[in-house]
Protein backbone atom coordinates (compact mmCIF):
# COMPACT_ATOMS: atom_id res chain seq x y z
CA UNK A 1 0.00 0.00 0.00
CA UNK A 2 1.23 3.56 -0.88
CA UNK A 3 2.45 5.77 1.82
CA UNK A 4 3.95 9.29 2.65
CA UNK A 5 7.82 8.84 3.86
CA UNK A 6 9.55 11.25 5.42
CA UNK A 7 13.21 11.71 6.01
CA UNK A 8 15.31 12.43 8.54
CA UNK A 9 13.51 10.44 11.47
CA UNK A 10 14.90 12.68 13.81
CA UNK A 11 17.12 15.84 13.50
CA UNK A 12 19.11 17.28 15.87
CA UNK A 13 20.36 21.27 15.41
CA UNK A 14 21.38 23.89 16.89
CA UNK A 15 19.43 26.98 17.54
CA UNK A 16 19.95 29.77 14.83
CA UNK A 17 20.75 26.85 12.64
CA UNK A 18 18.50 25.85 9.01
CA UNK A 19 16.63 22.27 8.69
CA UNK A 20 15.18 21.13 5.71
CA UNK A 21 12.71 18.21 6.89
CA UNK A 22 11.76 16.11 3.45
CA UNK A 23 8.58 14.49 2.71
CA UNK A 24 7.52 12.24 -0.25
CA UNK A 25 3.77 12.30 -0.52
CA UNK A 26 1.70 9.32 -2.46
CA UNK A 27 2.38 9.71 -5.80
CA UNK A 28 -0.91 10.50 -7.36
CA UNK A 29 -1.76 13.16 -4.53
CA UNK A 30 -1.93 16.86 -5.40
CA UNK A 31 -2.55 18.42 -2.12
CA UNK A 32 -0.11 18.38 0.72
CA UNK A 33 0.38 19.78 3.89
CA UNK A 34 2.66 20.41 7.44
CA UNK A 35 1.67 19.64 10.62
CA UNK A 36 3.50 19.59 14.12
CA UNK A 37 3.12 17.98 17.35
CA UNK A 38 4.94 19.54 20.49
CA UNK A 39 5.19 17.18 23.03
CA UNK A 40 1.98 16.67 25.09
CA UNK A 41 -0.06 19.13 22.59
CA UNK A 42 -2.11 18.54 19.78
CA UNK A 43 -1.37 18.22 16.32
CA UNK A 44 -1.00 21.58 14.95
CA UNK A 45 -1.65 22.78 11.66
CA UNK A 46 1.36 24.49 9.71
CA UNK A 47 1.12 24.79 5.92
CA UNK A 48 -0.88 23.88 2.84
CA UNK A 49 0.27 23.66 -0.63
CA UNK A 50 -1.67 22.82 -3.78
CA UNK A 51 -0.58 23.50 -7.69
CA UNK A 52 2.69 24.69 -6.41
CA UNK A 53 1.76 27.37 -4.04
CA UNK A 54 0.72 27.87 -1.07
CA UNK A 55 -3.19 27.57 -0.07
CA UNK A 56 -3.07 28.46 3.40
CA UNK A 57 -1.04 28.99 6.22
CA UNK A 58 -1.45 29.46 10.39
CA UNK A 59 0.31 31.67 12.05
CA UNK A 60 2.61 29.55 13.58
CA UNK A 61 4.07 29.73 9.71
CA UNK A 62 5.90 32.83 9.97
CA UNK A 63 8.84 34.26 7.79
CA UNK A 64 11.18 31.94 9.05
CA UNK A 65 8.84 28.75 7.24
CA UNK A 66 8.92 27.86 4.06
CA UNK A 67 8.04 25.22 1.58
CA UNK A 68 8.94 23.53 -2.01
CA UNK A 69 7.78 20.90 -3.96
CA UNK A 70 11.60 21.13 -5.90
CA UNK A 71 11.26 18.26 -7.87
CA UNK A 72 7.49 16.76 -8.36
CA UNK A 73 8.12 14.03 -5.81
CA UNK A 74 9.86 15.95 -2.74
CA UNK A 75 7.68 18.29 -0.58
CA UNK A 76 10.10 20.31 1.77
CA UNK A 77 9.24 22.44 4.69
CA UNK A 78 12.68 24.74 5.70
CA UNK A 79 12.90 26.45 9.00
CA UNK A 80 15.36 29.40 7.97
CA UNK A 81 16.63 29.92 11.89
CA UNK A 82 15.63 27.58 14.31
CA UNK A 83 14.68 28.45 17.73
CA UNK A 84 13.90 26.25 21.16
CA UNK A 85 9.78 26.21 20.63
CA UNK A 86 10.51 24.55 17.02
CA UNK A 87 11.52 21.23 18.50
CA UNK A 88 8.32 18.82 17.82
CA UNK A 89 7.54 16.41 15.65
CA UNK A 90 6.61 17.61 12.09
CA UNK A 91 4.29 15.61 10.03
CA UNK A 92 3.80 15.56 6.24
CA UNK A 93 0.25 14.84 4.85
CA UNK A 94 -0.83 14.51 1.66
CA UNK A 95 -4.70 14.12 0.30
CA UNK A 96 -5.54 12.82 -3.54
CA UNK A 97 -6.96 13.98 -7.05
CA UNK A 98 -9.90 15.34 -6.38
CA UNK A 99 -9.28 16.03 -2.56
CA UNK A 100 -10.97 19.10 -1.92
CA UNK A 101 -11.12 19.25 2.13
CA UNK A 102 -13.26 15.92 2.06
CA UNK A 103 -10.55 13.03 1.68
CA UNK A 104 -8.56 12.04 4.56
CA UNK A 105 -5.76 13.04 5.11
CA UNK A 106 -2.76 10.39 4.94
CA UNK A 107 0.48 11.06 7.32
CA UNK A 108 4.13 10.50 7.15
CA UNK A 109 5.95 9.16 10.10
CA UNK A 110 6.93 12.32 10.84
CA UNK A 111 10.53 14.21 11.69
CA UNK A 112 11.29 14.56 15.29
CA UNK A 113 12.87 17.75 15.02
CA UNK A 114 15.51 18.63 18.57
CA UNK A 115 16.49 22.18 18.74
CA UNK A 116 19.23 22.43 21.33
CA UNK B 1 -8.37 28.23 20.71
CA UNK B 2 -9.97 25.17 21.39
CA UNK B 3 -11.99 24.37 18.64
CA UNK B 4 -12.03 20.74 18.85
CA UNK B 5 -12.17 19.30 22.39
CA UNK B 6 -11.36 15.75 24.00
CA UNK B 7 -12.10 15.80 27.75
CA UNK B 8 -10.99 12.66 28.33
CA UNK B 9 -7.12 12.22 28.25
CA UNK B 10 -7.47 8.99 28.88
CA UNK B 11 -9.82 5.74 28.97
CA UNK B 12 -9.28 2.07 30.01
CA UNK B 13 -11.44 -0.55 28.61
CA UNK B 14 -11.46 -4.55 29.08
CA UNK B 15 -10.95 -6.74 26.22
CA UNK B 16 -14.18 -7.40 24.13
CA UNK B 17 -15.96 -4.48 26.15
CA UNK B 18 -17.19 -1.36 24.42
CA UNK B 19 -15.04 1.81 24.00
CA UNK B 20 -16.79 5.10 23.68
CA UNK B 21 -14.53 8.22 22.78
CA UNK B 22 -15.61 11.97 22.96
CA UNK B 23 -14.86 14.97 21.40
CA UNK B 24 -16.97 18.57 21.20
CA UNK B 25 -16.46 21.12 18.55
CA UNK B 26 -17.30 24.72 18.74
CA UNK B 27 -17.06 25.86 15.41
CA UNK B 28 -20.44 25.52 13.57
CA UNK B 29 -18.37 25.82 10.37
CA UNK B 30 -16.72 22.62 10.60
CA UNK B 31 -18.55 19.54 8.54
CA UNK B 32 -16.31 16.69 8.27
CA UNK B 33 -15.20 15.04 11.34
CA UNK B 34 -12.53 12.18 11.13
CA UNK B 35 -10.72 9.87 14.04
CA UNK B 36 -6.82 9.04 13.84
CA UNK B 37 -5.33 6.24 15.59
CA UNK B 38 -1.61 6.99 16.50
CA UNK B 39 0.85 4.50 17.63
CA UNK B 40 3.83 6.18 19.52
CA UNK B 41 6.68 6.95 17.27
CA UNK B 42 4.64 6.94 14.04
CA UNK B 43 2.27 8.68 12.32
CA UNK B 44 -1.25 9.77 12.61
CA UNK B 45 -3.59 7.17 10.83
CA UNK B 46 -6.96 7.67 9.36
CA UNK B 47 -9.93 5.26 11.04
CA UNK B 48 -13.04 6.93 10.04
CA UNK B 49 -14.71 10.06 8.78
CA UNK B 50 -18.24 11.50 9.07
CA UNK B 51 -19.93 14.24 6.94
CA UNK B 52 -22.22 16.78 8.68
CA UNK B 53 -25.61 15.81 6.73
CA UNK B 54 -25.06 12.08 8.21
CA UNK B 55 -25.52 10.87 12.16
CA UNK B 56 -23.41 7.53 11.66
CA UNK B 57 -20.87 5.93 9.75
CA UNK B 58 -20.04 2.57 10.94
CA UNK B 59 -16.97 0.65 9.61
CA UNK B 60 -16.25 -2.92 10.86
CA UNK B 61 -15.98 -2.61 14.80
CA UNK B 62 -15.79 1.29 14.42
CA UNK B 63 -18.79 3.58 14.28
CA UNK B 64 -18.86 7.60 14.58
CA UNK B 65 -21.66 9.02 16.03
CA UNK B 66 -22.46 12.93 15.35
CA UNK B 67 -24.65 15.19 17.03
CA UNK B 68 -24.84 18.63 15.28
CA UNK B 69 -26.87 19.96 17.83
CA UNK B 70 -24.65 19.53 20.44
CA UNK B 71 -21.42 19.69 18.51
CA UNK B 72 -20.78 16.41 19.47
CA UNK B 73 -18.96 13.29 18.52
CA UNK B 74 -17.90 10.38 20.13
CA UNK B 75 -15.81 6.68 18.49
CA UNK B 76 -17.97 3.32 19.64
CA UNK B 77 -15.48 0.56 19.24
CA UNK B 78 -16.92 -2.77 19.52
CA UNK B 79 -15.52 -5.04 20.67
CA UNK B 80 -11.95 -3.53 21.70
CA UNK B 81 -9.30 -5.47 21.08
CA UNK B 82 -5.47 -5.03 22.88
CA UNK B 83 -4.29 -3.84 19.51
CA UNK B 84 -6.61 -0.67 19.60
CA UNK B 85 -4.57 0.62 22.80
CA UNK B 86 -3.04 3.59 21.42
CA UNK B 87 -3.97 7.91 21.37
CA UNK B 88 -7.35 8.87 19.55
CA UNK B 89 -7.38 12.18 17.79
CA UNK B 90 -10.48 14.01 16.94
CA UNK B 91 -9.91 16.29 13.56
CA UNK B 92 -12.70 18.50 11.87
CA UNK B 93 -12.14 20.32 8.66
CA UNK B 94 -14.25 23.25 6.87
CA UNK B 95 -15.08 23.04 3.40
CA UNK B 96 -13.37 26.11 1.66
CA UNK B 97 -13.42 25.10 -1.95
CA UNK B 98 -9.70 23.85 -1.67
CA UNK B 99 -7.04 21.87 0.41
CA UNK B 100 -8.88 22.06 3.96
CA UNK B 101 -6.67 22.28 7.25
CA UNK B 102 -7.60 19.83 9.77
CA UNK B 103 -7.97 20.82 13.25
CA UNK B 104 -7.18 18.10 16.22
CA UNK B 105 -8.40 17.62 19.22
CA UNK B 106 -5.73 17.07 22.20
CA UNK B 107 -6.04 13.24 21.83
CA UNK B 108 -7.43 10.10 24.36
CA UNK B 109 -4.79 7.47 25.34
CA UNK B 110 -7.02 4.13 25.13
CA UNK B 111 -5.85 1.46 27.06
CA UNK B 112 -7.66 -2.09 26.26
CA UNK B 113 -6.52 -4.48 28.98
CA UNK B 114 -7.10 -8.06 29.03
Known amino acids: EPEVTQTPSHQVTQMGQEVILRCVPISNHLYFYWYRQILGQKVEFLVSFYNNEISEKSEIFDDQFSVERPDGSNFTLKIRSTKLEDSAMYFC??????????????FGPGTRLTVL | DQQVKQNSPSLSVQEGRISILNCDYT??????FLWYKKYPAEGPTFLISISSIKDKNEDGRFTVFLNKSAKHLSLHIVPSQPGDSAVYFC?????????????FGTGTRLQVTL
Open chain 2, 27 to 32: NSMFDY
Open chain 1, 93 to 106: ASIPVGGGGYNEQF
Open chain 2, 91 to 103: AASENTGTASKLT
